[in-house]
């Protein structure tokens, strides 16, 4: 059964940074696709960016492009959010998915990836 924990959360000054991580276990993953999502205030879940660990490919939402940074450790089926100038919307509780996928693209980790509980991020205005 395949685990996700990320952890990272907290609370952060607007126009701070802030760094995420995400851990995947349960099962050997070859070509993982990994990618984070939010939940904020009154809004949709959205996707925030993916990346395929094997070769280091990323897509990023155009909300955030720019200002955060996904990395990997593809060994450890390990990712990164790092989060540069923090807005109030930015704050939410963020998650993180894997999944095995013939296409590294949000939309397809978001149907048929594994999740993970997420982690919390407050940004004080």
């Known amino acids: 059964q395949v685990q996700v924990v990320e952890s990272g959360g907290g609370s952060v000054r607007a126009g701070g940074s802030l760094i995420l991580s995400c851990v995947a276990s349960g099962k050997t993953f070859i070509h993982p696709c990994m990618g984070w999502f939010r939940q904020t205030s009154g809004k949709e879940r959205e996707g925030v960016g993916s990346?395929?660990?094997?070769?280091?490919?990323?897509r990023y939402a155009e909300s955030v492009n720019g200002r955060f940074t996904i990395g990997r450790d593809y060994a450890r089926n390990t990712i990164y959010l790092r989060m540069n100038m923090l807005g109030p919307e930015d704050a939410g509780k963020y998650y993180c998915?894997?999944?095995?996928?013939?296409?590294?693209?949000?939309?397809?980790?978001?149907?048929?990836?594994?999740w993970g509980q997420g982690t919390q991020v407050l940004v004080d205005s």
């Open positions: 990346i395929y660990t094997i070769n280091g490919y990323t």
């Open positions: 998915a894997i999944g095995e996928l013939a296409r590294c693209e949000l939309d397809a980790l978001a149907a048929e990836g594994d």
